[in-house]
């Protein structure tokens, strides 16, 4: 059963039904291979529609760039997807074990991805009528008509940037893998949510010497409850340094400067762990609005439809820039709710036409 939604943008009126649709490969393309856009892929064969689901990266991309020690906030039950159970041996689950969920979810339900193969644009031929253009690893471009599209691009497209002088160096990321890489290093560790106090947490174990960098006066609050003591307990210890209601002004490949006032701090490695902004480029193609204050797209939140027939969204992208609004275990119905539109406009054609088997 579908859950409710947190009030979205305005809701759109009833639209008509075509009265036929021309011949198509597939009933729907998704556009993104995380947890919610498998969850909304299995709901629409579910559903009887067949469903091809494209990712520019691998399956659950997103999961596979945590940090390779992560447990998640989540209970696993609160994050399985198709209805296959997802059982693990602690409280909560590991990266490792989520990966090897959803390898398990995908094969079980037979869902048809294209592994690293990039959407590149969505071309619409009339209501309910799309052809979706891809550049898989070969580079040679490639098209597939159908009558919905489902844009689940996620949370990692667009990382929140400082908008610094040396932001761009080879040296600076927005991501944090694994800690060893720190090792007998400088480093320095921007923000003060879960990703920053995970990612300082793991270089100083591997031996970094760490400086977090954040605007906010202390560690944010939301920072996971069994971690909070490790770090807080660090931090008063000085194990690991921090500069708080401070920002980096400038970015040098040895050290980086603040705005406080203080000395310089020596950095070989600087995380960016400020956040990122869905990735929204191919409804904006499409020509759907995005809220300006909110960055929440157009859509009608009883469907997750936008403003154009047939063309939907599910997980992250729906909530713009309040992220931390949609997360696998609420963004995992909106495969439901989509799946109903869908099914309640193909109903309606009379026939059910593809251009082949």
Not at 127 to 148: E, L, M, T
Not at 278 to 295: F, M, N, Y
Request: hydrophobic share 40%; glycine share 10%.
């Amino acid at each position: 059963m579908a859950k409710p939604l947190p009030p979205g943008p305005r809701v759109q009126p009833p639209r008509l039904m075509p009265r036929s649709l021309p011949p198509r490969d597939v009933d729907v393309v998704v556009v993104g291979a995380g947890p919610c856009g498998l969850a909304a892929a299995i709901a629409i064969q579910q559903a009887g529609h067949s469903v091809r689901v494209y990712d520019r990266g691998c399956l659950v991309a997103g999961i596979a760039s945590y940090p390779i020690d992560m447990a998640f906030f989540s209970s696993a039950d609160r994050i399985s997807i198709g209805g296959v159970p997802f059982a693990v041996p602690g409280p909560k689950p590991t990266r490792r074990e989520a990966l090897a969920y959803y390898r398990l979810v995908a094969r079980h339900h037979d869902v048809a991805v294209r592994q690293f193969e990039a959407v590149e644009h969505l071309e619409r031929l009339d209501d309910w009528a799309w052809r979706v253009h891809s550049v898989p690893q070969d580079g040679r471009p490639r098209a597939i008509d159908c009558a919905a599209v489902v844009v689940a691009t996620g949370y990692f497209g667009r990382p929140n940037r400082l908008g610094v002088p040396g932001e761009e160096l080879p040296h600076v990321t927005h991501r944090f893998i694994e800690g060893h890489v720190g090792w007998d290093n400088d480093v320095v560790v921007v923000g003060g949510g879960n990703s920053a106090v995970d990612a300082a947490l793991e270089l100083w174990r591997a031996g970094a010497r760490v400086t977090m960098v954040h605007f906010g006066d202390g560690i944010d609050e939301n920072v996971k409850p069994w971690v909070k003591p490790e770090i807080l307990g660090r931090l008063k210890r000085n194990d690991i340094r921090a500069r708080f209601d401070t920002r980096i002004v400038r970015i040098h490949p040895t050290h980086v400067d603040l705005d406080d006032g203080g000395p310089s701090v020596r950095a070989v490695q600087v995380y960016l762990m400020t956040g990122y902004q869905p990735e929204s480029s191919l409804l904006e193609q499409a020509g759907v609005g995005i809220d300006r204050d909110t960055g929440v797209p157009d859509h009608d939140p009883r469907t997750l439809e936008s403003t154009i027939p047939g063309l939907f969204m599910a997980g992250v992208i729906a909530s713009g820039y309040a992220a931390n609004r949609t997360f696998i275990e609420t963004g995992r119905f909106h495969g439901d709710l989509i799946a109903a539109r869908i099914a309640e406009v193909l109903s309606e054609v009379p026939e059910r036409r593809f251009r082949r088997a």
